[in-house]
C-alpha cells in the first residue's frame, strides 16, 4: 500500500457472494497421496465467501509434482465464465520473483554480476544521493537497500515518459533513509535492475523476460507484456467496492514493467514454483544454475518481523522475502495491483511450494491460503492464524475512508483563479492546474501525457490531490505567493516541490 491515504476512497471490500457462486472450475485429480490436503476445497471456497472475493486459483507443488492445481468462482461477477487453471491472471509485484530470475539468468552468463556497480552497465546512470548512484548493486536495487522512499516515483510509469526517460528521472528520487541502512519497498528500484538486464542483454526487459524464463519454463499463457492477459477470453476482470457494493473496477498496468508485469496463471506458475525448489531445473532443462537461485533465496538484508508467525529475523531476498515456520525456512513473495491480489510460497525443506492469485484488491485471502498450507505442510502453529488473518483483513478496511477535512479548517488566502498555471518538478516534470470559483472542483495534468488528478481544498492554502486510479498517490500540496501576491509554486512531502512557471 503506497501511503495513509492509499486507496482511502478505494473500492475493495464488498458484499457476501450469493450462493453458489464460489464453486470449483478446471479441477484436476490430484496426486497427493498422504492426506495433507483433505478438505482443502472446502477451506478455499468458505475463505473466498468470508473474504468476498469472486475467483481465484491455487496450485501446490509437492516433490516436483504438481498435487494439487484448481480454479474457483468466476471470473467476472454477472457472467459465466468460471476461474481454471489456465485462466490468465496478473500476478502483480510476484513479478519481482520473475525479473529476480531473468536477472539471474544473465549473471549465470556472466554478462551481469550482483555486486557490480550498476553504473557500470549503465553509463550515466545517477541518484540524488551520490554515493548511492555511484555504489548502487543489482543486489541493493532487488532487495530495496538503495534508500528510496516507499513507492516513491510511482507516478512516472503512468505520465508518458520513456523508460530511457523515466531513467534519466531516477536522480531526482529523493532519498528516505541513507544507502543500505534498512528496508525500504520499492519499485523504482527494480525498474533500475530491469534497465540493466534490457542494456546487458541488448533487448527490452520483456523480450528477455520471454526468452530467459517464460518460453523456457514453458509457461505457455504466460507473459511479460500487459497484452498477454487479453489473448483470449479466458483472463479475469478486476474487482472491488466497499461492503455492499461489488462491481468490477478496472485492472491497473504497473508503471515500472519489471516491478509488476508478468501475466500468468496458475498451472503455469507452478512450472516456476517446481523451478525454483529444484535450484533451477525444470523437465530435465537448468534454467537457472543452482548458485543463482540460493543467491535469489539468501538474505541480503534483515527487514524486521514477517511471516505469519512475525519472524523477528525475516529477512528480504532479491525478488522475495524470507522468514522461519515452527523451524522450516519459508520463501514467500506477494503482489498487489488494482483488482489482483497474489502469493507465492515455497518450503524447500518440505519440497513444496503454493500459488494462490484472485482477482480483488484488496483481500487477505491469499494469505489465509497460505497459512494453512503452512499447517498442513510443516505442523499446528498454536496460534488461531485464521483470527490473525481476520483481524488483519479488518484493519485493512478501516483504510476505506475519503479524505478528512479538519474541523477547524481555515480558508484558503490564495483564490483558485490565482492558483491556476503551469508549475515543474524536475522528477515528475509540468503540472498544468485549472482553477475556477470552486477551490474543491479544481483539477490538473501531470506529464507529457496529461496525466489527470483533483485538487480538493482541505485548510488554509493547502490541497489535497489525488487521481482517478485509486492505487496512485495520493497527499497534499501547499502553495505559496510572494508578496505581490502571485503564486510562486507549492510544496508537497509526496511528490516534491514544484515551481511556478
Known sequence: MKNPALRYAFLFFVAFLVAGMVFCAGCESTKQKTGKLDGFDDFVTQKMAEYEVPGAVVGIVENDTVVYLKGFGVREIGKPGKVDPDTRFQIASVSKYVTAGSVGSLVDEGKLDWDTPVVTYLPGFALKDTYAGEHATLRDLLAHRTGFRHFDGDLLGRLGYSDSEMLQRMRYLTPGTSFREKYVYSNAGFFIAGEAAARADNRSWED??????????????????????????????????????????????????????????????????????????????????????????????????????????????????????????????????????????????????????????????????????????????????????????????????????????????????????????????????????????????????????????????????????????????????????????????????????
Open 208 to 501: 528477455l523476460t520471454d526468452a530467459r524464463i517464460i518460453r523456457p519454463l514453458n509457461m505457455t499463457r504466460s507473459g511479460a507484456r500487459p497484452e498477454t492477459l487479453y489473448l483470449d477470453e479466458n483472463h479475469v476482470s478486476g474487482h472491488g467496492g466497499v461492503p455492499g457494493d461489488l462491481h468490477t473496477i478496472p485492472l491497473e498496468e504497473s508503471g515500472y514493467p519489471a516491478a509488476g508485469q508478468v501475466v500468468s496463471t496458475g498451472r503455469d506458475m507452478t512450472q516456476w514454483l517446481r523451478m525454483m525448489l529444484a535450484g533451477g531445473s525444470v523437465d530435465g532443462r537448468q534454467v537457472l544454475t543452482p548458485k543463482t537461485v540460493k543467491e535469489i533465496h539468501a538474505a541480503s538484508l534483515v527487514a524486521g518481523h514477517g511471516g505469519p508467525l512475525n519472524d523477528p529475523n525475516a529477512a528480504v531476498g532479491l525478488g522475495c522475502d524470507s522468514y522461519n515456520f515452527l523451524g522450516e525456512r519459508i520463501i514467500e513473495k506477494n503482489g498487489a495491483l488494482d483488482g489482483v491480489r497474489s502469493i507465492v510460497i515455497l518450503i524447500p525443506g518440505k519440497n513444496a511450494g503454493l500459488v494462490v492469485i484472485a482477482n480483488k484488491q484488496l483481500t487477505i485471502l491469499p494469505e489465509a491460503i497460505r497459512d494453512e498450507f503452512l499447517e498442513r505442510y510443516i505442523g499446528k502453529s498454536g496460534v488461531d492464524l485464521q483470527a490473525r488473518e481476520k483481524a488483519n483483513q479488518a484493519g485493512w478496511n478501516s483504510l476505506i475512508k475519503s479524505v478528512e477535512v479538519p474541523a477547524d479548517a481555515k480558508p484558503a488566502t490564495i483564490t483558485p483563479s490565482a492558483i491556476a498555471g503551469a508549475y515543474k518538478n524536475d522528477l515528475y516534470g509540468t503540472m498544468l492546474v485549472s482553477g475556477g470559483a470552486d477551490a474543491n472542483n479544481m483539477t490538473f495534468q501531470l506529464g507529457p501525457d496529461k496525466y489527470a488528478g483533483t485538487l480538493m481544498h482541505v485548510t488554509e492554502n493547502t490541497w489535497y490531490f489525488s487521481f482517478p486510479n485509486p492505487d496512485d498517490q495520493v497527499g497534499y500540496a501547499t502553495f505559496a505567493a510572494n508578496p505581490s501576491g502571485s503564486v510562486t509554486g507549492f510544496t508537497s512531502n509526496e511528490l516534491g516541490p514544484f515551481v511556478r512557471s
